[in-house]
C-alpha cells in the first residue's frame, strides 16, 4: 500500500506514472517531462510526422521475440503476421528466428518482398482462393493449411512437386471470449471438427493425393486466451487425433501447430499469458499425451502475432477540441478514431490514454475520447482521467496498438490512414508514409 492509496486526497497533485504493464519497456518522462519512447520525445514524433501516427518500438518487438525463443527453445515459433504485416517488422522477426504466417497473397507478397524464406512461410485461411493457392505454390510456400475439402481438390491441381499441408481442425474448446474471437469451437467457419466424418475424409483423401504431404494439424482456440490450461487440453486431444491417424493409416504425422491468440494487457490489470507457465503446461501435456497413446513427440509450434507487436504500438492524436456537456460526459475530440482504431468499434476494446506532450500533476478530469469520424459510435476510450487543464493542441498517446491497428484501418469518411514511426536507439525513422489525399484519387479511373 502506497501513501496514495492511505491518502487519495494527495492524488489529485502527484504526477502520473506509466503503467509498466501496457508500454514498451523504453518508455519513460524525460527532463522536459514529456513521454520518451526509444530515446525519441513522442511530442517531436508528433510534430515532425504529424497525427494520427503510429509509432512502433523496434526493440520491444525483438525483445518479445527472443522471449518466447527463450520460453520454447524446442518449437518453431511463427510470427502471425495479420496483426501488423509490414517490411520492416517482417525483418525483425525473421532475424530473431521467428517463421512468418499470412493469410492472403496479399500478405505473401509482402513477406516474399522483405525477403523472408518461402520455406518459412505458412499460408492459413478459411477462403483460400484459386489465385492465392497458385501464389502460394509458385512461390514455393512451405506449408499451406488445408481449411477445407475445396482447397484438397484446387492444391492438388495445382501442386507439381510434394506440397507439405497442415489440417486445421476444431478441437472443440470453448474460451469464453468475444464471439468473434472464439475459433476452437465446433460450429464456427474456420476447419474440421476434431472427430467428424468430414475431418476423417480430409485425412483421407490428403492421404491419397501423391503430390500433398500431411505433415501434421493445426487449431486455434481463440484470441486473448490467458488460461494456459485451454493449450494443454488442446495438445491431448491433438495427439489423440494423430494416433488415431496412425492406427487408421499407418501414417506418423510430425507437426502440431497450437495457433496464438496469448493475451496482452492493453489497460493496467488486465490479465495477459505468462509464456513459462504455458510452457510447462505444454510440455506436461505433450509428455501425457505421446505417453499415453505411444506416438513419438511431433514437433510444436505456436503462432504469436498480437504478443509479439502489440505493447511495442504506441499512437499519437491531437487533441481538436473539448466539449462538456451539462449532466452528461466531457468529451475529448480528436483528429483520428475509429479509421485508425476499430477494434473498440468491434470489440468493445478498452485503452490507457494518457497526455504526451507533458507530465501532468494537477487536478484531473473524467473524459471520453472521441474521434472525429461522423458515427456516434467513434469511442477511443470512455471514462479515463485526463488532466482538467487540457487544451486543444497537446498530443494524447494510446499505448498497445501495435497490433490490429494499422491491420484493421480504413479510409471512412476518406481519410487516409496513419503513417507507421519506427524508433530505436534515440532514432525515429518512417517505415509507412501517410496515405494521402491524392493516393485514394488515384484509384479513381472513371465517371
Same mark, same amino acid.
Given at each position: 500500500?502506497?501513501?496514495?492509496?492511505?491518502?487519495?486526497?494527495?492524488?489529485?497533485?502527484?504526477?502520473?506514472?506509466?503503467?509498466?504493464?501496457?508500454?514498451?519497456?523504453?518508455?519513460?518522462?524525460?527532463?522536459?517531462?514529456?513521454?520518451?519512447?526509444?530515446?525519441?520525445?513522442?511530442?517531436?514524433?508528433?510534430?515532425?510526422?504529424?497525427?494520427?501516427?503510429?509509432?512502433?518500438?523496434?526493440?520491444?518487438?525483438?525483445?518479445?521475440?527472443?522471449?518466447?525463443?527463450?520460453?520454447?527453445?524446442?518449437?518453431?515459433?511463427?510470427?502471425?503476421?495479420?496483426?501488423?504485416?509490414?517490411?520492416?517488422?517482417?525483418?525483425?522477426?525473421?532475424?530473431?528466428?521467428?517463421?512468418?504466417?499470412?493469410?492472403?497473397?496479399?500478405?505473401?507478397?509482402?513477406?516474399?518482398?522483405?525477403?523472408?524464406?518461402?520455406?518459412?512461410?505458412?499460408?492459413?485461411?478459411?477462403?483460400?482462393?484459386?489465385?492465392?493457392?497458385?501464389?502460394?505454390?509458385?512461390?514455393?510456400?512451405?506449408?499451406? &493449411?488445408? +481449411?477445407?475439402?475445396?482447397?484438397?481438390? =484446387?492444391? /492438388?491441381?495445382? $501442386?507439381?512437386?510434394?506440397?507439405?499441408?497442415? !489440417? #486445421?481442425?476444431?478441437?472443440?474448446?470453448?474460451?469464453?471470449?468475444?464471439?468473434?474471437?472464439?475459433?476452437? &469451437?465446433? +460450429?464456427?467457419?474456420?476447419?474440421?471438427? =476434431?472427430? /467428424?466424418?468430414? $475431418?476423417?475424409?480430409?485425412?483421407?483423401?490428403? !492421404? #491419397?493425393?501423391?503430390?500433398?504431404?500431411?505433415?501434421?494439424?493445426?487449431?486455434?482456440?481463440?484470441?486473448?486466451?490467458?488460461?494456459?490450461?485451454?493449450?494443454?487440453?488442446?495438445?491431448?486431444?491433438?495427439?489423440?487425433?494423430?494416433?488415431?491417424?496412425?492406427?487408421?493409416?499407418?501414417?506418423?504425422?510430425?507437426?502440431?501447430?497450437?495457433?496464438?491468440?496469448?493475451?496482452?494487457?492493453?489497460?493496467?490489470?488486465?490479465?495477459?499469458?505468462?509464456?513459462?507457465?504455458?510452457?510447462?503446461?505444454?510440455?506436461?501435456?505433450?509428455?501425457?499425451?505421446?505417453?499415453?497413446?505411444?506416438?513419438?513427440?511431433?514437433?510444436?509450434?505456436?503462432?504469436?502475432?498480437?504478443?509479439?507487436?502489440?505493447?511495442?504500438?504506441?499512437?499519437?492524436?491531437?487533441?481538436?477540441?473539448?466539449?462538456?456537456?451539462?449532466?452528461?460526459?466531457?468529451?475529448?475530440?480528436?483528429?483520428?478514431?475509429?479509421?485508425?482504431?476499430?477494434?473498440?468499434?468491434?470489440?468493445?476494446?478498452?485503452?490507457?490514454?494518457?497526455?504526451?506532450?507533458?507530465?501532468?500533476?494537477?487536478?484531473?478530469?473524467?473524459?471520453?475520447?472521441?474521434?472525429?469520424?461522423?458515427?456516434?459510435?467513434?469511442?477511443?476510450?470512455?471514462?479515463?482521467?485526463?488532466?482538467?487543464?487540457?487544451?486543444?493542441?497537446?498530443?494524447?498517446?494510446?499505448?498497445?496498438?501495435?497490433?490490429?491497428?494499422?491491420?484493421?484501418?480504413?479510409?471512412?469518411?476518406?481519410?487516409?490512414?496513419?503513417?507507421?514511426?519506427?524508433?530505436?536507439?534515440?532514432?525515429?525513422?518512417?517505415?509507412?508514409?501517410?496515405?494521402?489525399?491524392?493516393?485514394?484519387?488515384?484509384?479513381?479511373?472513371?465517371?
Amino acid at each position: 500500500m502506497t501513501l496514495l492509496d492511505i491518502i487519495p486526497s494527495l492524488r489529485s497533485g502527484s504526477p502520473a506514472r506509466l503503467d509498466a504493464a501496457v508500454w514498451p519497456r523504453e518508455t519513460h518522462y524525460d527532463a522536459d517531462g514529456g513521454i520518451t519512447l526509444g530515446g525519441v520525445a513522442l511530442a517531436d514524433i508528433a510534430d515532425q510526422y504529424g497525427t494520427p501516427t503510429y509509432v512502433l518500438d523496434e526493440q520491444e518487438v525483438r525483445s518479445r521475440c527472443r522471449a518466447y525463443r527463450k520460453a520454447f527453445p524446442e518449437a518453431e515459433i511463427i510470427y502471425a503476421g495479420k496483426a501488423l504485416m509490414i517490411r520492416a517488422v517482417l525483418d525483425w522477426v525473421t532475424q530473431e528466428g521467428l517463421s512468418v504466417d499470412v493469410c492472403s497473397a496479399g500478405e505473401l507478397a509482402v513477406a516474399l518482398a522483405a525477403g523472408v524464406d518461402p520455406a518459412r512461410i505458412v499460408l492459413h485461411g478459411n477462403g483460400k482462393s484459386f489465385d492465392e493457392l497458385a501464389a502460394a505454390v509458385r512461390g514455393g510456400v512451405g506449408r499451406i &493449411v488445408i +481449411d477445407s475439402h475445396t482447397e484438397i481438390t =484446387l492444391l /492438388s491441381a495445382l $501442386a507439381t512437386t510434394s506440397q507439405q499441408v497442415l !489440417l #486445421r481442425l476444431s478441437p472443440g474448446i470453448d474460451v469464453h471470449g468475444h464471439p468473434a474471437v472464439r475459433t476452437g &469451437v465446433r +460450429d464456427q467457419k474456420f476447419g474440421f471438427p =476434431l472427430g /467428424s466424418d468430414s $475431418a476423417a475424409e480430409a485425412i483421407d483423401r490428403v !492421404l #491419397r493425393r501423391p503430390n500433398l504431404t500431411l505433415a501434421g494439424f493445426h487449431c486455434h482456440l481463440g484470441s486473448q486466451i490467458h488460461h494456459p490450461d485451454h493449450y494443454g487440453e488442446a495438445v491431448r486431444r491433438m495427439v489423440a487425433a494423430m494416433a488415431q491417424v496412425r492406427q487408421d493409416h499407418g501414417v506418423v504425422l510430425t507437426q502440431l501447430d497450437l495457433g496464438g491468440g496469448h493475451a496482452v494487457a492493453y489497460r493496467g490489470g488486465d490479465a495477459e499469458m505468462n509464456l513459462a507457465e504455458l510452457a510447462d503446461i505444454l510440455e506436461d501435456a505433450l509428455d501425457a499425451a505421446c505417453a499415453r497413446h505411444h506416438f513419438p513427440r511431433p514437433v510444436l509450434a505456436l503462432e504469436p502475432g498480437r504478443a509479439i507487436v502489440a505493447r511495442a504500438g504506441v499512437t499519437l492524436y491531437r487533441v481538436l477540441s473539448i466539449k462538456h456537456i451539462e449532466g452528461g460526459h466531457t468529451y475529448v475530440t480528436v483528429d483520428g478514431g475509429m479509421s485508425d482504431n476499430p477494434r473498440v468499434a468491434l470489440y468493445g476494446a478498452r485503452y490507457n490514454v494518457v497526455v504526451a506532450n507533458r507530465h501532468p500533476c494537477g487536478p484531473q478530469m473524467t473524459a471520453t475520447v472521441a474521434g472525429r469520424f461522423c458515427e456516434a459510435g467513434d469511442i477511443l476510450a470512455a471514462d479515463v482521467r485526463l488532466p482538467a487543464d487540457l487544451r486543444p493542441g497537446e498530443v494524447l498517446a494510446v499505448p498497445c496498438t501495435g497490433a490490429y491497428h494499422h491491420s484493421l484501418a480504413s479510409t471512412y469518411n476518406s481519410v487516409g490512414r496513419p503513417p507507421i514511426i519506427a524508433v530505436r536507439h534515440g532514432r525515429a525513422r518512417e517505415l509507412l508514409r501517410r496515405e494521402t489525399t491524392a493516393d485514394l484519387l488515384a484509384r479513381e479511373v472513371g465517371r
